[in-house]
């Protein structure tokens, strides 16, 4: 019996080594986003931004993961602070868009198909992204520019979606619901002010958490996450759940033999505000990231509802994904070439592989409704899984 029990611990060519303790569980997820949701948003540049760095930390070294550490970066970080707009008699609270300057604009409300110059441009979210709403105002002369998100909650709550319009700007820009916008959109043509009153926090030190597991052979697989959220909610999907997943992942991969590729973990701050922390971590590393490496990106990993997408910067990445999503019951579709929307790009920018699976379009994205109880932790740990086939078998176990 002692024989027998020490051949098992040890594993054998029989059983998987994997399969002796299974932490990718729906419970195991679950209490994982749960640390993080239970401490509410957290917005770089505010307490419960390092509250959430030391439970990352603390959460990598549970894992079993080498060398954890925190890794600090600079920027100057950006919060809300308060945001108004009064029309036709009445003043509304509304919710400012990164990196939106401080500024007081009196000027005329031009609807989607007007002439923008130097008028506010009201723009519905069921005709265009942020990024794109930016360019339509900008190019178009606009003197600032104001969201409409249409979609409403279950219970027909509207919504309003928040976020960053584009990295390296600094133009006025509010969300505000669909209530408010059908107002917004009657009002076409007549005179509002907008007020702006971010807060800026020059020269913010933010953290990236770094853990490993090493391999025996050459190249690395960067598994990401980031743990920092906007301002609304307690972002469970955006990007708790991605966190909990790494977590998860770490420990699955801890347990075991060494795999052939480094797995190095890596769960950044900042990525709301552009990609901040990833962009910190391989301008710190960049001699050590190169074309054998690949980024696996936990960002929106699953979510309460939408499509979802498996993309990667080759073919056969994308396949292979599909595959993997396939074997554990959920479907996907070819989302072609991942973009530069999340933490991958900067690890691509030096030649390195990605995949990034996401599932795309939840109403609740960016909004006080992205929550714990949104989330189907049985369908997430499907997701979860599909992601431990990918990087399995990439690193060579």
């Given at each position: 019996?002692?024989?027998w ?10 059983e ?25 948003p957290?917005?770089v ?11 990352v930390e603390?959460?990598?070294k549970d ?8 890794e600090?970066?600079?920027f ?21 868009l ?154 699955q ?54 499509t ?13 994904a ?52 949104n ?23």
């Amino acid at each position: 019996m002692c024989l027998w029990l020490l051949i098992f611990a040890c594993g054998s060519g029989d059983e998987p080594w994997q399969a002796r303790v299974d932490h990718l569980t729906a419970d195991a997820l679950y209490e994982a986003t749960k640390e993080l949701t239970d401490l509410g948003p957290r917005q770089v540049a505010t307490p419960a931004e390092e509250v959430a760095r030391r439970v990352v930390e603390a959460m990598f070294k549970d894992a079993g993961l080498h060398d954890v550490a925190s890794e600090g970066f600079h920027f100057d970080a950006w919060t809300p602070g308060v945001a108004t707009l009064d029309f036709d008699g009445q003043s509304f609270d509304i919710e400012a868009l990164s990196p939106s300057p401080a500024v007081q604009i009196t000027a005329p409300l031009a609807g989607q198909d007007d002439d923008f110059t130097d008028a506010i441009a009201v723009m519905s979210d069921d005709t265009g992204g942020r990024t794109e709403h930016y360019f339509s105002a900008t190019l178009g002369g606009a003197a600032a520019l104001i969201r409409i998100t249409e979609t409403r909650d279950f219970d027909g709550e509207p919504l309003t979606e928040v976020g960053h319009t584009l990295e390296g700007t600094s133009f006025p820009s509010a969300g505000v619901d669909g209530l408010t916008g059908d107002m917004l959109e009657s009002a076409i043509g007549q005179e509002a002010v907008l007020t702006l009153e971010p807060i800026i926090h020059p020269d913010h030190e933010s953290f990236n958490v770094v853990g490993r597991v090493p391999g025996t052979g050459s190249g690395t697989i960067y598994v990401v996450s980031h743990y920092d959220s906007w301002h609304p909610s307690e972002s469970a999907f955006d990007n708790a759940l991605g966190v909990a997943a790494q977590v998860l992942l770490a420990r699955q991969l801890a347990q075991g033999p060494r795999p052939e590729r480094e797995v190095i973990f890596i769960a950044t701050s900042g990525e709301e505000q552009g990609l901040q922390g990833a962009f910190a971590y391989a301008d710190d590393h960049a001699d050590q990231i190169g074309p054998e490496d690949l980024v696996i990106t936990l960002d929106v990993l699953w979510s309460g509802e939408g499509t979802f997408y498996a993309e990667a910067t080759r073919q056969e990445l994308v396949d292979q994904a599909l595959e993997a999503i396939a074997a554990e019951g959920l479907e996907a579709v070819d989302g072609g070439d991942p973009g530069i929307g999340s933490d991958h790009f900067p690890f691509v920018l030096l030649g390195a592989q990605a995949i990034w699976c996401i599932r795309g379009s939840d109403r609740h994205y960016h909004t006080t409704q992205d929550t714990l109880e949104n989330l189907d932790m049985d369908e997430g740990i499907a997701a979860v899984r599909s992601q431990w086939a990918l990087l399995s078998d990439l690193a060579g176990i």
